[in-house]
């Protein structure tokens, strides 16, 4: 084969492969007059990433043996979010059992540290994250659970459970 039929096939190939990858970056240009909405982050993202995702991890699924789920856990879930609340306001101590695990352990309170409405929003994070789709906590019920129930030691689920099934 003659080198020029070559060359003429190589600088050939070259306009073909030059035409087509301009065609595909072509496509592949974002049109600057085009807005793309991003959604806003969840307002109690944020926080719970800093505080919560150490113990129960960012895709909430905790740790077997250390620290309980929070996917899946009938307390998270519940259409009344007190225990929730309460458990993030005066911490847990003592023997929780979720979706069969076992956990023995104490989550620390975070009333202290967190106003009404970053409560609210870190317990509405966990409530409608990861598939759940439980109902938005008010930063109202957060400020009258916490003056209701003033107290410096974490609950136990039994004194919880006894408190729920107490409630009008």
Known sequence: MPIELLATRRRQRRTAVT??????LAGCRPDPAAKVAVPPPHPGKNAYIRICAGCHMVDGRGLPNLFPPLTDSPTVQAADPTALILIALHGLEGPVEVNGQFFD??????????????LAAVVSYIRQEWGHGADVVAPTQVQALRAGHPRHDPWTMEELSRLISSAP
């Open 19 to 24: 035409a087509l990858l301009a065609l595909l």
């Open 105 to 118: 352990g104490v989550m620390p309170a975070q009333g202290n540290f967190l106003s009404d409405r970053e």
